[in-house]
């Protein structure tokens, strides 16, 4: 297994639910992924995500999107806090 994966997995729920928020910016979509724990492999970490994505609904898109940094930008000023 991966090492970070692995990592991930035995984390705590809440710096588990941080390192999918660095991956996506909608709550819901990375609750439902570290809810997920443990997942065997990195194919079935990214099968997982498409799944979970899939279920998400305009207010986790909206969410998710905002966390997004405009073109030219580094960071979302919602993850900076800005």
């Keep these: 297994m991966n090492a970070t994966l692995a990592a991930w997995n035995a984390a705590t729920a809440e710096a588990a639910r941080e390192a999918m928020l660095a991956c996506c910016g909608s709550a819901r979509w990375a609750k439902a992924m570290t809810d997920l724990r443990p997942v ?13 994505w899939s279920a998400m609904q305009e ?16 960071k979302s000023a919602v993850h900076t806090g800005a």
Excluded at 41 to 52: I, N
Excluded at 59 to 74: L, Q, S, V
């Design 59 to 74: 207010p986790d898109w909206i969410e998710a999107f905002a966390c997004h940094p405009r073109i030219g930008e580094r």
């Design 40 to 52: 065997a492999s990195v194919p079935a970490l990214s099968e997982a995500a498409d799944r979970v």
